[in-house]
């Protein structure tokens, strides 16, 4: 899913925009040598990385009609998410709130930890004309991988917000040994 997409993303540069499908061509591969290295769990801070490179890699699409604003606390850099969890959500974000808009829109990313647990919402400000958009294919993975890791300690949440979408995906704590940066 990630890759036919991304694939689709440099398709669309190539003929028009060349320099900035090479750009695109290098990114693409950065965030394949993680998604092809991941193990079982990596610290936020890994996914965090990984996701804003994904992010710039769609900027480069969209230009200015993809607008990020982000707060992620500190404390959630060392805890252990699934490899290309959160990823998933943001593309979900985009491709069904921004991408098809002419004017754009702004996804909204926000993480935290609260009561040993580590909470994520990411949030665009429109709806794609369909009622059953967000819905997909990316959402209902991320949902398996969820469940198979964490059982009923995670919960991931699509719901409507205002004229827009928001994800709310929460699970436990858990440190790394290791260092997270």
């Known amino acids: 899913h990630f890759l036919f997409n991304a694939l689709h993303t440099v398709g669309a540069l190539i003929g028009n925009e060349p320099d900035r499908a090479d750009q695109a061509l290098e990114r693409l591969g950065d965030l394949l040598r993680y998604a092809l290295g991941a193990e079982d769990e990596v610290p936020f801070s890994h996914?965090?990385?990984?996701?804003?490179?994904?992010?710039?890699?769609?900027?480069?699409?969209?230009?200015?009609?993809?607008?990020?604003?982000?707060?992620?606390?500190?404390?959630?850099?060392?805890?252990?998410?699934?490899?290309?969890?959160?990823?998933?959500?943001v593309e979900n974000a985009v491709r069904h709130g921004i991408a098809e808009r002419q004017d754009g829109g702004c996804i909204r990313i926000r993480a935290r930890v609260e009561q040993g647990r580590l909470?994520?919402?990411?949030?665009?400000?429109?709806?794609?004309?369909?009622?059953?958009?967000?819905?997909?294919?990316?959402?209902?993975?991320?949902?398996?991988?969820?469940?198979?890791?964490?059982?009923?300690?995670?919960?991931?949440?699509?719901?409507?917000?205002?004229?827009?979408?928001?994800?709310?995906?929460?699970?436990?704590?858990?440190?790394?040994?290791?260092?997270?940066?």
Do not use: K
């Open 47 to 89: 996914e965090w990385r990984f996701t804003m490179d994904y992010l710039d890699f769609q900027q480069l699409r969209l230009g200015d009609r993809l607008r990020v604003d982000a707060e992620v606390d500190d404390d959630t850099r060392p805890i252990l998410v699934p490899p290309l969890i959160l990823q998933p959500l």
């Open 119 to 181: 909470a994520v919402s990411i949030a665009n400000d429109q709806v794609a004309d369909s009622e059953e958009s967000g819905m997909g294919l990316g959402i209902e993975s991320v949902r398996r991988r969820l469940a198979a890791l964490y059982g009923q300690e995670a919960t991931l949440r699509l719901n409507r917000n205002g004229p827009g979408f928001v994800v709310l995906m929460e699970v436990p704590a858990r440190r790394a040994d290791r260092p997270a940066f």
